[in-house]
């Protein structure tokens, strides 16, 4: 099945309306890194990353990855090796540190958007994250963290994100 971003605000699955929020600049066909906009398109997702230090692993058919505090995703346009990858932070390496102070990636998933062989500047981290506020996001999707965990327990590895 298909999550569907129906509109800026609402990510559908099954039965189930999601309040969520997308990148402060909408979406886009043509994301370039640090646009602020959320790529267009279908694709798969990848695994759930938690904070272990602050909630228990949750119920999910994705694999659930505890967040350490040298992990990083790399969003260095300068870096074709590491670029939009999982990677163990590297001082020169530009990266969003996935252990944060605030909330926002205590529950995470990628959204597999120029993985496979990543082009320079198209954008890295697009994620599935965490908000309270609902304040838009660089280009990621965010939910509340209910909401986080009742799509967890919904969704496997054949689930697709489709958002238009």
Request: proline share 4%.
């Amino acid at each position: 099945m298909t999550i569907v971003l129906k509109n800026k605000e609402t990510l559908i699955f099954d039965d189930f309306n999601f309040q969520c929020v997308i990148g402060k600049n909408g979406l886009t066909r043509n994301k370039i890194e640090g646009d602020k906009k959320t790529p267009k398109g279908t694709f798969s997702l990848g695994e759930v990353y938690y904070r272990k230090d602050r909630n228990s692993k949750p119920v999910s058919k994705l694999k659930c990855i505890p967040i350490k505090k040298n992990m990083g995703w790399c969003d260095d346009v300068k870096n074709q090796k590491y670029y939009n990858k999982l990677i163990n932070i590297i001082k020169n390496v530009k990266h969003e540190k996935l252990y944060r102070n605030d909330y926002k990636y205590d529950f995470l998933i990628p959204i597999n958007y120029n993985t496979k062989r990543p082009k320079i500047g198209k954008g890295s981290a697009i994620f599935i994250h965490l908000t309270k506020k609902f304040k838009p996001t660089s280009g990621c999707i965010a939910l509340t963290k209910k909401d986080f965990l009742i799509l967890l327990k919904l969704i496997d590895k054949n689930t697709k994100i489709k958002i238009a």
